[in-house]
């Protein structure tokens, strides 16, 4: 039978045409198998995209659906609460384990509790960090367990100093700029296309610790900060009264001299505007025990426990000023200007000869002077910056 040359034509073609679909295939076979090993489309996804899917649901708030799917402790927990339940409870019992999680997490990272070396995973991945996993490994040692077990390794950089974790550094407290951590994944070898599970414990690799810089403290910081912390008794020169001057006769020697004296304190108290009371001399027992009362106008100069400024104004100058890490130290120098009424008070009672060390506690007849200088230091902390720690 002879066949037709248009049909000898069409079965000419048949064989190219067979190439071409089988190149195809072979094409696609290989395409589906990268896309297998690559994307998970088509079969569990690798150790390293679950590890970044994880990690990078931590960068949310809330956690995004990975962590969920992937967290291994909650994972056990959920399994745990889902066998002692019907499966119609199952969705109720989800939801309120991932509400105390939740809650759980969100408390952690509001707090200023600082982190250590190792550390729940969400502790040191969390809202404002940027991650990436670097590198996944099997794990060379052998689980006693029957899993298949993986190193990952992850660059966690912060974005911001205020949303970074706080870290012990040698010289304090410090936020963390970026580290590289450490985590593991497991699955379980005899279960066919069985999960991988993160442990949710991450570990700062040694030596990958970046902080924030601590900004310098101006001169003008140093100054504010020591005009509000210094005690009021510090930025001033003061006296402190005795609020009940007490004679003994013993001390004086004599009648005479203890009675001059007892009279001469109570005089000097009223010629400056205050009040006594009790000031009253038995010849049985040779003692008086006053009570006195500032002036009224002496309210202004009162800075607590007896204590009154002596000079009108202060002018304060740092002449020093030294930093180290999140320390600092100055030299404050206090220039003291002007006389209050306690100062009047204290000039005139210098003017006695015997009854100063009654009215002031640790009387002097040396005339006060007109600067001082103070250490002042500083500390810094993540919290409040640079704030003020003592003066001596």
């Not at 210094?230 to 609020?243: F, I, K, M, N």
């Not at 205050?274 to 040779?286: C, L, N």
Request: charged share 15%; hydrophobic share 35%.
């Amino acid at each position: 039978m002879t066949v037709p040359s248009a049909n000898r034509e069409a079965l000419s073609l048949v064989p190219w045409r067979l190439t071409v679909s089988a190149f195809l295939l072979v094409v696609l076979v290989l395409a589906c198998g990268s896309c297998k090993k690559s994307s998970g489309l088509f079969g569990p996804p690798s150790a390293n995209k679950v590890a970044a899917d994880y990690l990078n649901a931590l960068t949310n708030t809330p956690v995004q659906d990975a962590f969920w799917q992937y967290d291994a402790r909650y994972n056990s927990e959920l399994d745990s609460a889902k066998s002692g339940l019907p499966e119609s409870m199952w969705k109720s019992k989800t939801t309120e384990i991932q509400q105390a999680w939740g809650s759980r997490i969100a408390s952690k990272r509001s707090s200023s509790q600082q982190v250590w070396n190792q550390a729940p995973c969400w502790d040191l991945v969390r809202p404002g960090s940027h991650v990436k996993v670097t590198e996944t490994r099997p794990n060379t040692s052998n689980s006693p367990s029957g899993e298949n077990e993986w190193k990952i390794f992850a660059e966690v950089t912060y974005t911001a100093e205020g949303n970074a974790p706080i870290y012990q550094a040698q010289s304090g407290v410090r936020p963390l700029q970026s580290a590289s951590i450490i985590l593991s994944g497991s699955q379980n070898a005899s279960e066919k296309n069985a999960p991988i599970l993160i442990d949710d414990n991450c570990a700062l690799v040694s030596g990958s610790v970046v902080f924030w810089q601590i900004p310098p403290l101006s001169s003008d910081q140093a100054l504010a900060l020591a005009r509000v912390g210094l005690q009021p008794t510090s930025q001033y020169r003061t006296l402190t009264l005795v609020p009940r001057p007490s004679i003994w006769g013993q001390q004086l020697g004599s009648w005479a001299e203890f009675t001059g004296t007892a009279q001469s304190l109570q005089s000097f108290y009223q010629s400056h505007g205050f009040q006594v009371e009790g000031f009253k001399i038995s010849p049985g027992y040779w003692y008086t025990d006053g009570t006195i009362h500032a002036p009224a106008t002496w309210s202004q100069l009162d800075l607590g426990n007896g204590a009154y400024r002596l000079n009108e104004s202060t002018d304060f100058k740092i002449s020093r000023q030294e930093s180290q890490e999140n320390r600092a130290n100055a030299q404050l120098q206090l220039s003291y200007a002007g006389c209050t009424a306690a100062c009047s008070f204290l000039g005139d009672l210098r003017k006695q000869s015997n009854i100063g060390r009654f009215a002031v506690q640790n009387f002097s007849a040396d005339d006060w002077s007109r600067e001082q200088t103070l250490t002042v230091s500083y500390t810094w902390t993540p919290q409040h910056g640079w704030i003020f720690a003592g003066s001596q």
